[in-house]
């Protein structure tokens, strides 16, 4: 009897001891993830191109986490809130989220230049970094004055530079553009340029077919050239042209791992395969690779762990993807290097044009550096006009 209790005694202490284990097991667990918000659209009227968006970046995540087992060890969770494209709704997500897991939002991507507008002056008080990557405020590259704001990639002007050099060039000139008219079609949105977005876009086309206007002469921004924009116009959008955000359509290397990681084991987000080389998918994966690429940066400076926003936020002051890194990654040809700095949080200001045959997109020119003589004052102008609104003094951040 004595020996029965004895045992029993020892089990119990055991069992506790297994259960104290497990209980201080979950937490450690948890302390070692990446929490990355996700504003997103799959409903309301801009689904069409909210969708895919989402589903490129919840692919690349869960990619990150299944081929790497995740950033340097660190697993990376998210969780999407459905901001159906309004700025409130945005903003209301963007709280809800930006507190979560063992140290907050590491970023967050609004995908609308309205809700980008409102969080950034929520985004240095949170200290949580915003990639607005081909949108947002086009003064924001002036990361002395908008520390806290990406626009990666390329903003509304560079967009509208590079168009207007390749349209003189069709025109054989800048002295042949002297006289002629360029009519400007836009969204009523709170964008710097705005253009098109959405179902404004094909509208646009079909509009353009019925009246006889020539749609190798229309030029959307890169907004408004994905395949959602021209499909629904069907042959009558061909010739159609749109600025790339350096990529075009079509699968490249990382489908291969796409494939293999994700959607052979049905783990994959886009409804078909041949969706993953759409525009706007693509799209959502370079934004998650940039973010990704952020996190890694951030963690040679800070420890191979979760970091928070305000590292982050270094990290993306200091991305530097090279060559040598955009073909490791898989994304050789997509992308051109990209090196961000305080001065710059552009990094690159270089794009293609690309147009539409009727089935799919073809790029129509070489690579297309927008003019940094006409851009580089504007946005010196504009940010120093904020500052002084703000009453901010520019200047680096320093992250120790």
């Known amino acids: 009897m004595i020996g029965k209790t004895l045992t029993a005694r020892h089990a119990g202490i055991a069992l506790a001891a297994l259960l104290g284990g497990l ?38 995540y869960n990619l990150v986490n299944e081929r790497d087992g995740g950033i340097n060890g660190v697993k990376i969770v998210f969780e999407e809130c459905d901001t159906g494209y309004a700025t409130d709704r945005g903003v209301e997500c963007y709280e809800r989220l930006k507190g979560k897991g063992p140290t907050g939002a590491a970023y967050v991507i609004p995908l609308s230049t309205g809700i980008t507008f409102a969080l950034t002056e929520k985004a240095p008080i949170d200290k949580i970094p915003i990639i607005s990557m081909g949108y947002g405020r086009s003064e924001s590259r002036d990361g002395s004055v908008f520390q806290w704001n990406f626009p990666l990639l390329g903003t509304y002007w560079t967009a509208a530079d590079i168009i207007l050099q390749f349209i003189a060039d069709q025109e054989r000139g800048w002295d042949k553009m002297k006289g002629k008219r360029i009519a400007l079609v836009y969204h009523d949105s709170p964008y710097v340029l705005l253009w098109g977005w959405g179902v404004m876009n094909s509208t646009a086309i079909k509009e353009a077919v019925a009246v006889g206007y020539p749609r190798e002469k229309m030029y959307g921004v890169w907004w408004s050239g994905a395949e959602q924009d021209v499909r629904p116009a069907e042959e009558g959008a061909k010739g159609y042209n749109s600025a790339a955000l350096q990529h075009t359509a079509g699968q490249f290397q990382l489908h291969q791992d796409l494939k293999k990681y994700l959607y052979d084991k049905g783990k994959g987000y886009a409804a078909k395969w041949d969706e993953t080389g759409e525009i706007l998918y693509i799209r959502g994966l370079i934004n998650a690779m940039l973010g990704v690429e952020a996190i890694r940066t951030a963690q040679e400076k800070f420890g191979k762990k979760p970091m928070t926003g305000e590292q982050v936020r270094w990290g993306l002051e200091n991305l530097n993807v090279t060559a040598d890194r955009l073909k490791q990654l898989g994304f050789e040809n997509e992308l051109k290097p990209i090196k961000v700095s305080c001065e710059d949080h552009e990094g690159t200001r270089m794009g293609r044009i690309q147009t539409w045959d009727g089935k799919k997109w073809n790029v129509a020119s070489d690579w297309i550096t927008s003019d940094d003589s006409v851009i580089a004052p504007m946005v010196k102008e504009a940010a120093a006009k904020y500052a002084a609104e703000k009453n901010i003094t520019p200047g680096c951040l320093v992250t120790n």
């Open 23 to 60: 209980a201080m097991a979950a937490p450690a667990l948890a302390q070692n993830e990446q929490f990355i918000p996700m504003l997103v659209y799959r409903t309301g009227a801009y689904a069409p191109n909210g969708v895919p968006f989402a589903n490129g970046l919840a692919d690349y």
